[in-house]
Nanobody
Framework: QVQLVESGGGLVQPGGSLRLSCAAR????????MGWFRQPPGKEREFLAA????????SYADSVRGRFTISRDYAKATLYLQMNNLKPEDTAIYYC??????????????????WGRGTQVTVSS
């Protein structure tokens, strides 16, 4: 059974940085995609970034392109999200997800995801 475990969230001041991690356990990667969503308080979940696991090719939402960087450690089966120049509107619960058989370009619309439990990111002075 696949398990996605996020870590790295917390409280950060505006302009600061955080790096989220997502360890994938119990899954043998083959042509899959992983990525990040977030859900701000009182709002719907939104796509942030995805990565084709084998090639490492990324895809980003326009809202975070240039500030957030997605990457992975293939050997450790761990996904990362480096977040820079954080703003109060980035406050949300951040979720890691895995789309079996997917790609970075189709990830955001895929109907089948495994989800992590989320990690809270709060940007406040």
């Amino acid at each position: 059974q696949v398990q996605l475990v996020e870590s790295g969230g917390g409280l950060v001041q505006p302009g600061g940085s955080l790096r989220l991690s997502c360890a994938a356990r119990g899954w043998s990667f083959s042509g899959d995609a992983m990525g990040w969503f977030r859900q701000p308080p009182g709002k719907e979940r939104e796509f942030l970034a995805a990565l084709s696991w084998t090639s490492g090719s990324p895809s980003y939402a326009d809202s975070v392109r240039g500030r957030f960087t997605i990457s992975r450690d293939y050997a450790k089966a761990t996904l990362y999200l480096q977040m820079n120049n954080l703003k109060p509107e980035d406050t949300a619960i951040y979720y890691c997800a895995l789309n079996p058989g997917g790609s970075a370009t189709t990830f955001r619309w895929a109907q089948s995801h495994y989800w992590g439990r989320g990690t809270q990111v709060t940007v406040s002075s």
